[in-house]
Structures are given as C-alpha cells and as structure tokens.
C-alpha cells in the first residue's frame, strides 16, 4: 500500500524523515492520503518548523526503516486530523548546522540511516 511520509531536506544529504517523539520513542507518521499529509505538514509550518515535503512512499519499506532504526510507526486514516504536539525539538540531528554532542548519533549511525532512507526513495 503506498502511503505518504514527511522528509526534511528530500533527496539532500543531511535528509530527515520527520517523527513524533514519545517519550524515549520516535515514531514515523504514514498518512493514507497525500492531502491529509500536506495538512500536517501547513500545521508544522504555522508552528515556526521547517516546511518537509511530503512524499509516497511503499509502507513495507516505511515498516522496514522503522524496524531497522528501533523508530515506531503510525498509519493515519484518510481523513483523520492528526495535529502536531505542541512542543518540538529545538534541535534535530538532520539541521545542517547541527553540532556534535554525546546525545546526537556518530557518523556510522547517520550514514545507515541515510542509506536506509535512500533504500526507501
């Protein structure tokens, strides 16, 4: 089934598939339909966030990157008005002017999830 994920920076080399932080956990969204992405996505910028694109994607390969990173995930029903929290990160590892500290992922670790997330497109 295909469905429609959120990137940041699509097809760049810093990449980032957007998730909802849990707790410890992240989670990727899946939304059935592309209009009900690019709502979640308006509602993301009208949060001061950077703008990600929305894109389809085969939601096996979505459940595989999500197995492979320890990430969770969520299918989002047609319709459904999933709205973002209301507290964000101030920081995310795929910020191209991010700087290294103990609690963002070594060099290796970007590097297989940017090629899983490649393997994914």
Not at 35 to 54: C, G, Y
Not at 87 to 96: C, F, G, P, V, Y
Request: hydrophobic share 40%; proline share 5%.
């Amino acid at each position: 089934m295909r469905v429609f994920i959120l990137l940041f920076n699509a097809r760049k080399e810093n990449e980032g598939v957007h998730t909802i932080q849990i707790g410890d956990r992240n989670k990727v969204l899946m939304f059935e339909l592309e209009e009900d992405a690019e709502r979640f996505s308006i509602l993301l910028e009208a949060q001061d966030f950077p703008i990600p694109t929305v894109e389809a994607i085969d939601d096996d390969e979505v459940k595989a990157f999500c197995s492979d990173a320890d990430y969770d995930w969520e299918l989002i029903p047609a319709g459904a008005l999933a709205i973002p929290p209301e507290n964000n990160l101030e920081e995310t590892i795929w910020q191209a002017d991010a700087k290294p500290d103990s609690q963002q992922m070594s060099q290796k670790e970007l590097d297989a999830i940017r090629r899983r997330l490649e393997g994914l497109l």
